[in-house]
């Protein structure tokens, strides 16, 4: 059996969808925090079993029979490397051959603030003797196509990546990748740097707005600590902003590029254009 932590996320979901084109839906297992929320996953027959990221307890069971697990990183800033041990732990001590995690690209070296709990989990699960691969998946075009709203509204993009370039790709293409992985032999040792296949400037990224909306929205480059200001401004919660400024920061450094093209290797396709997921946004 397969298993997907955080079955009921956006990636999670994905991932489920594109295991059911692959293998039997009685064979895949959707780990969940509330179960009321997975009714639609488990009519398509995947088992649906709850545990908590914070309830360390609650893993062993739900493990039980699983011999391959996706850990989809939690969402809880500052939490993560410690919520993410009682999976480890608990799949260490169970029957799982092979742990598949989603990290963040080039986790050992990357300048991104976030990287830090990525790398404290790719230690433990290094630690832990369990088999594993890791899937260092670079940013979602989701991520910025989510502001496309507010740049219309305020007339531009607004944020501190400079000329930086983002090799970003969908959440389809990142969920395809998992399912190809967690269901093809030899990955055990394996780490894959995915990212998109076009990358792009976010002065590219609000120029393809501007085209594609009929609108003028120009790119606005502020520093840090102002773009951070901005987005509290604009109602995000502080964590959040914070990593949104420190992200785009890293974008200046190059820390969500990447040409490799190991993603489009794996789904045996091109990645989804950014330019797509633009239009998506406005349609």
């Known amino acids: 059996m397969i298993a997907i932590t955080g079955a009921t996320g956006q990636l999670g979901r994905l991932v489920i969808t594109a295991l059911t084109n692959k293998i039997p839906a009685a ?18 027959g995947v088992q649906v079993r709850q545990a908590d990221y914070d309830q360390p307890a609650s893993w062993d069971a739900a493990l039980q029979g699983v011999e391959k697990l996706l850990l989809i990183s939690s969402s809880e800033i500052g939490q993560r490397a410690r919520q993410h041990r009682s999976v480890i732990e608990a799949a260490s001590r169970g029957a799982v051959k092979l742990l598949a995690y989603t990290s963040v690209l ?8 976030l990287a830090g709990e990525h790398r404290e989990t790719e230690a433990a699960i290094k630690a832990s003797g369990v088999p594993f691969v890791l899937l260092r998946n670079g940013w979602y075009t989701e991520n910025y196509a989510m502001g496309i709203g507010a740049a219309l509204s305020l007339g531009a993009v607004y ?7 983002i090799a970003s790709a969908s959440r389809v293409d990142f969920a395809e990748a998992a399912a190809v992985v ?9 780490v894959y740097e995915l990212a998109g296949d076009a990358a792009y400037t976010l002065g590219e990224f609000a120029g393809e707005i501007a085209k594609q909306s009929g609108k003028p929205i120009p790119y606005v480059n502020l520093p840090e600590a102002e773009y951070k200001k901005a987005l509290i401004g604009a109602g995000l919660p502080e964590p959040l902003a914070e990593l949104l400024a420190n992200s785009d920061t890293g974008v200046s450094k190059g820390a969500l590029f990447d040409d490799g093209r190991q993603l489009s290797q794996l789904i045996g396709r091109p990645t989804t254009a950014w330019q797509t997921v633009v239009s998506a946004a406005l349609n």
């Open 27 to 44: 064979d895949i297992v959707a780990i969940v925090r509330n179960v009321d929320k997975a009714k639609d996953i488990a009519a398509l």
């Open 106 to 113: 080039h986790a050992d070296t990357s300048v991104l603030g």
């Open 182 to 190: 967690l269901t093809r032999d030899h990955q055990a040792g394996k």
């Open 159 to 165: 944020g501190c990546a400079g000329d930086g370039r």
